[in-house]
T-cell receptor
């Protein structure tokens, strides 16, 4: 299957700092990428959908000024958590879908963010 | 909101078949049934998908009822490494911007 990578796999930061998470599709071009977050013992919650070269579409309740998403190329999307606070500590997972729409959604390994 | 109902947890003896049920009574004609699993602290892993017919791949089999209102994922010979949360998701396939929406899934514990 297609491979999606994320970097870093885990990060610890101080409250008030910004953190950038990268998501790459390694062996296919992803026209659409999705960002999810997952709190302990809960399911994945969709945060936003991004298409290459376009602004991301955020789910209700997700602050677009706090969670900046950039999908500048067909193989890379980034999520920047600005002015992170302890309540932003979570497991962030990206997902990518190859162009054409008929292909499955493949997920990255996730990034564990801990804000102190 | 997720459109599927799954039991919260199941146990299975190692080496036996694990049968994971899913109800999706409101599925529409063009929606597919997808199964993913998530091993602890990892991203979800694609398992299988189907529309009407039963499907089989190297990981599992998917049995969909004739009325498409329910399905069963079968892991023929469960191993300890199959311990994970299994998600049944219904979604349109040919819509690039439509994301997969996850419910609570079934936590499968494979016991030695």
């Amino acid at each position: 299957g297609a491979v999606v990578s994320q970097h870093p796999s885990w990060v610890i930061c101080k409250s008030g700092t910004s953190v950038k998470i990268e998501c790459r599709s390694l062996d296919f071009q992803a026209t659409t990428m999705f960002w999810y977050r997952q709190f302990p013992k809960q399911s994945l919650m969709l945060m936003a959908t991004s298409n290459e070269g376009s602004k991301a579409t955020y789910e209700q309740g997700v602050e677009k000024d706090k969670f900046l998403i950039n999908h500048a190329s067909l193989t890379l999307s980034t999520l920047t958590v600005t002015s992170a606070h302890p309540e932003d500590s979570s497991f962030y997972i990206c997902s990518a879908r190859e162009g054409g729409g008929g292909n499955e959604q493949f997920f990255g390994p996730g990034t564990r963010l801990t804000v102190l | 909101d997720a459109k599927t109902t799954q039991p919260p947890s199941m146990d299975c003896a190692e080496g036996r078949a694990a049968n994971l049920p899913c109800n999706h009574s409101t599925i529409s004609g063009n929606e597919y049934v997808y199964w993913y699993r998530q091993i602890h602290s990892q991203g979800p892993q694609y398992i299988i998908h189907g529309l009407k017919n039963n499907e089989t791949n190297e990981m599992a089999s998917l049995i969909i009822t004739e009325d498409r209102k329910s399905s069963t994922l079968i892991l023929p010979h469960a191993t300890l490494r199959d311990t994970a949360v299994y998600y049944c998701i219904v979604s349109y396939r040919y819509s690039g911007n439509t994301p997969l929406v996850f419910g609570k899934g079934t936590r499968l514990s494979v016991i030695a």
